[in-house]
T-cell receptor, first 112, second 114 residues
């Protein structure tokens, strides 16, 4: 069963707009990863979050992990067409093991 | 940094034939390897987890006899799609994890069965 839910499933925004993608789990996350992908291509690692309340930024992308470590958000500021793609969250759900799952994915389209 | 090489990157095969996909960790020992499958417009779904030297653990609904996984060494895992059919066409991606190395993904293999 899917344990990581992403929302929204798809998103179309105008270039320059901000957007947020959420990743929610029913279990405590021991490591939360964000990736970008185009179908049929490999994953591009964006960021990893491990501590409750942690926040990381890279260029115009910011990711946060809540204090309970059950929800993460990915925020893109001033979106550009180059941000288009599929965003996936992935996570460790069991401490000390390599049980790793992916979220349902969010398809982002940015209109120029 | 950790690198995982996956080959081939794409393959077209005839229905009924078998296809082998390799996943190699180039600069670290991968104690655990994972195989995922992805359909268009969908997320990656874990197929199986394999530990070096032991049988793979398959996720529910994944046919063990259809998708043979071998993890014979700490640097190599293979996924063989046996008697492939058009419905097996998909994007397959591996991931490797080892001591001091987290998840590192291969570049994926796009399989088309005609």
């Amino acid at each position: 069963s899917q344990e990581l839910e992403q929302s929204p499933q798809s998103l179309i925004v105008q270039e320059g707009k901000n957007l947020t993608i959420n990743c929610t789990s029913s279990k405590t996350l021991y490591g939360l990863y964000w990736y970008k992908q185009k179908y049929g291509e490999g994953l591009i690692f964006l960021m990893m979050l491990q501590k409750g309340g942690e926040e990381k930024s890279h260029e115009k992308i910011t990711a946060k992990l809540d204090e309970k470590k059950q929800q993460s958000s990915l925020h893109i500021t001033a979106s550009q067409p180059s941000h288009a793609g599929i965003y996936l969250c992935g996570a460790d759900t069991e401490s000390g093991t390599y049980k790793y799952i992916f979220g349902t994915g969010t398809r982002l389209k940015v209109l120029a | 940094g950790a690198v995982v090489s996956q080959h081939p990157s794409w393959v077209i095969c005839k229905s009924g034939t078998s296809v082998k996909i390799e996943c190699r960790s180039l600069d670290f020992q991968a104690t655990t390897m994972f195989w995922y499958r992805q359909f268009p417009k969908q997320s990656l779904m874990l197929m199986a987890t394999s530990n070096e030297g032991s049988k793979a653990t398959y996720e529910q609904g994944v046919e063990k006899d259809k998708f043979l996984i071998n993890h014979a060494s700490l640097t190599l895992s293979t996924l063989t799609v046996t008697s492939a059919h058009p419905e097996d066409s998909s994007f397959y991606i591996c991931s490797a994890a080892g001591f001091h190395y987290g998840y590192t993904f291969g570049s994926g293999t796009r399989l088309t069965v005609v």
